[in-house]
Nanobody, 126 residues
Framework: QVQLVESGGGLVQAGGSLRLSCSASGRTFSNRVMGWFRQAPGKEREFVAAISRRGDNTYYADSVKGRFTISRDNGKNTVYLQMITLNPEDTAVYYC???????????????????WGQGTQVTVSS
């Protein structure tokens, strides 16, 4: 099991940028496929981005492709989500999540992830 703590959320104007961080405890971080999800008020949690264990493969939701970049630093046990050109539709609580260490494949399905952070709020004003 890995414990995840997100940070970096906040209030930003439309067109602005934020970088979210997710710090993981434990020694298995480098064996975990990592993902970012988000949940807006009244909506279901949705996939945002995911990254392979070594960081050499990434996948994005169509709604964020070209604007968001996921990356990881296994030496720091941290995964990042760089967000640019934010718009009000990006307002949500953002969660990072980890797949089980036996799983090597990126997944866009929240049920494929077993460990979750508490979330960080991102609010984009128009």
């Amino acid at each position: 099991q890995v414990q995840l703590v997100e940070s970096g959320g906040g209030l930003v104007q439309a067109g602005g940028s934020l970088r979210l961080s997710c710090s993981a405890s434990g020694r298995t971080f480098s064996n975990r496929v990592m993902g970012w999800f988000r949940q807006a008020p009244g909506k279901e949690r949705e996939f945002v981005a995911a990254i392979s264990r070594r960081g050499d493969n990434t996948y994005y939701a169509d709604s964020v492709k070209g604007r968001f970049t996921i990356s990881r630093d296994n030496g720091k046990n941290t995964v990042y989500l760089q967000m640019i050109t934010l718009n009000p539709e990006d307002t949500a609580v953002y969660y990072c999540a980890a797949r089980p260490s036996v799983s090597q494949v990126i997944s866009t399905t929240s049920s494929a992830y077993t460990d979750w952070g508490q979330g960080t709020q991102v609010t984009v004003s128009s």
